[in-house]
Every structure is written in C-alpha cells, then in structure tokens.
C-alpha cells in the first residue's frame, strides 16, 4: 500500500497540561517575539534605550508634585521620593502587561490566522519585554534608597511581590484578551480601566489612607485590588509601615485572576482563528 504524501495535524486538546508541554518546546519562538517587541520598540528612536529611565523619572516627577506638593500627601518617616518609586516601578510593570496581555491577540491576529504556535507565548513574551523597564526602574530605586541611606533589608519581599503582581496582570490581561476576541469593546475599556486603578491604588500614596475611607467592617473590600496588598506588604518590609491584616486577599485574588485567566485563554485557544 502507497503512503500518503500527506500529514494530517490534528489538534491534541486544549488542556492545561498539553499547552505547558507546547510552550515548554517554543523556547525559540518565545526569544524571537521578545527581540521583535524590542527591536520595534526602540526602533529609528535617538534615545533608544534611555527611554527605559525616563518612564519613571516623569512619572516620579508627576506624582511628587500632584500627590506630596499639592496634596501634601507623606507617609510618617518616609522620604518621598523612595516611597513613591516603590509603587511607581511595579505599578508600570502591572500596567504595561495588563495592556499587552488583554491586546495581544487582537494585535497578533495576522499571524494567529496564518499559523499554529502556542499562544501562551505571546503574553509571556510581554511580561520578558516589561521586565526590561522594570529592571531600569529598579536600579533607579535602589539608587534612591542609598542616597537617602535606607535599609536595603526588605528588599527580600520583592520576589514575592513582583509574583503576585505578574500573576494578577498576566492573568486579567489573559481574561480580557479571552473576552476581547469576541466583544471588541472590551479594547476601548482597558485604558480607561487602567487609569481609574492607578488612582484606586496606593501608589503615590499609604495603604492606610485608602482604608480610612472605608467603613473598619469594610476595609477588606480595597484590598480586592491585588496591587493594595501587594504594595502594602512591600513598603512594611522597606519602610516598616503599618500592614493591614487584609494585605493576604490580595495575594489570593492575584493568584486566582492567573489560574481564571489561563483557563479562559486555554479555551478560547481552540476558536481564536475563526473569531478573530
């Protein structure tokens, strides 16, 4: 009997397991999105590179003027400045993979309809980009906490903040992107959305302000927002401020939001070509 010239693909499922193993083998796929992002990114640019630095030097900038000049907003024994940048760094890297995660599969649908790949390389390929950034912002905070002679002893908490804070992204960009492919009004959305949460978030300001607000049977209710507890454990460890004893559901709400999210953009995998 002749054999076939022909290879039929058939798919092998949408689980969790198979689209791990999948993305365990696209190593090279996952360093070439990476070098396009980059490369487009600060392509045909005179400052190229620096412009990783300038981001939370202007950001830094506003802040300080709107939140400790105007407002008069400065947590107890605490130089501003450092306290600031401790929310600006990671709230940019929050901000920036929420954004490229929920748009990645509206912006790569050229290539989503042409072939198959593992699509869960595409918003891990934005949080390998946003780490570039970040890595900047942070050399500039350690910076920072020396000229103010601070303790660089809490640096430790960093890890798991930046974890928590990558899997609330990651994993709500991925649920926004899962929603997007059929509701394109969920694009329009994002970046208002974005921006109401920076100013419901600590980052120019203390954990303990935004609580205040709320009824004290009510607190938990703002640390919903994964980046309240996450930055509110961060600045215990490097300021020693007060931590709120509701700081853990939003540890449990960012690892939550990544297994929904993964889960939504698994199953959304098998239609994606067609709806997009």
Request: zero cysteines; aromatic letters at 14%.
């Amino acid at each position: 009997m002749k054999q076939s010239p022909y290879i039929k693909i058939t798919p092998r499922g949408n689980s969790l397991q198979t689209a791990w193993r999948e993305l365990l083998r696209s190593g090279h796929l996952l360093r070439v999105l990476v070098y396009r992002d980059l490369k487009v990114r600060y392509a045909q640019t005179y400052l190229g590179f620096l412009w990783s630095l300038f981001q939370p030097l202007t950001g830094l900038a506003v802040v300080f003027v709107l939140f400790y000049k105007l407002a008069g907003l400065q947590p107890e024994g605490v130089p501003y400045l450092p306290f600031a940048l401790s929310g600006l760094i990671l709230w940019n890297y929050f901000s920036y993979v929420l954004a490229q995660s929920a748009a990645v599969l509206i912006n790569m649908q050229a290539m989503i309809k042409k072939i198959y790949f593992p699509k869960l390389s595409l918003p891990l390929s934005k949080v390998l980009v946003g780490s570039i950034d970040f890595g900047v912002g942070l050399a500039l905070f350690v910076g920072l906490m020396l000229f103010y002679k601070l303790p660089l002893s809490g640096m430790w908490v960093l890890v798991p903040a930046l974890l928590a804070m990558l899997a609330a992204a990651a994993g709500l960009g991925m649920l926004l992107s899962a929603i997007s492919i059929r509701y394109r009004d969920v694009q329009q959305l994002i970046p208002f959305f974005t921006q109401m949460l920076f100013f419901l978030t600590p980052v120019a300001y203390a954990t303990s302000l935004a609580g205040s607000v709320l009824p004290a049977n009510g607190q938990w209710l703002y640390f919903l927002n994964p980046m309240a507890g996450i930055l509110n454990l961060l600045r215990y460890a490097l300021f020693d401020l007060p931590l709120s004893p509701y700081f853990s559901i939003s540890l449990w709400v960012s690892f939550s939001l990544l297994a929904l999210g993964i889960v939504s953009y698994i199953r959304a995998e098998k239609k994606m070509a067609d709806l997009i």
